[in-house]
């Protein structure tokens, strides 16, 4: 089983920036496929970005230039860098993981593709 801790969201203002963290238990966590998802208000869960257990990265267009995906496999642990923040970028920040190694470049933005997830962090900026 594993399990997910996300951590670093908060209450900022429009153009600041944060810092998201993961932190993985369970597993190995260096052969996982991770992801980060959102979740505004009223509105399904979206794609943000993903990195696979190789380091090749995706983004949703809507963060591209942005955010930036990383993970440290000594730390078991990925980040969200989120830069120049946008009111439309307040939501609940999830983390997910999934152990199959071979995923379609498509299948990184799909929540179906993902089998643990973590509690999520709040993330709102204001204008």
């Known amino acids: 089983q594993v399990q997910l801790v996300e951590s670093g969201g908060g209450l900022v203002q429009a153009g600041s920036s944060l810092r998201l963290s993961c932190v993985a238990s369970?597993?190995?966590?260096?052969?996982?496929?991770m992801g980060w998802f959102r979740r505004a208000p009223g509105q399904e869960r979206e794609f943000v970005a993903a990195?696979?257990?190789?380091?090749?990265?995706y983004y949703a267009d809507s963060v591209k230039g942005r955010f930036t995906i990383s993970r440290d496999n000594d730390k078991n642990t990925i980040y969200l860098e989120m830069n120049s923040l946008k009111p439309g970028d307040t939501a609940v920040y999830y983390c997910a993981s999934t152990s199959l190694l071979w995923l379609s470049p498509t299948s990184y933005s799909q929540t179906r593709s993902y089998a643990y997830w973590g509690q999520g962090t709040q993330v709102t900026v204001s204008s």
């Open positions: 990195v696979s257990w190789r380091s090749s990265m």
């Open positions: 369970g597993g190995i966590f260096s052969s996982y496929n």
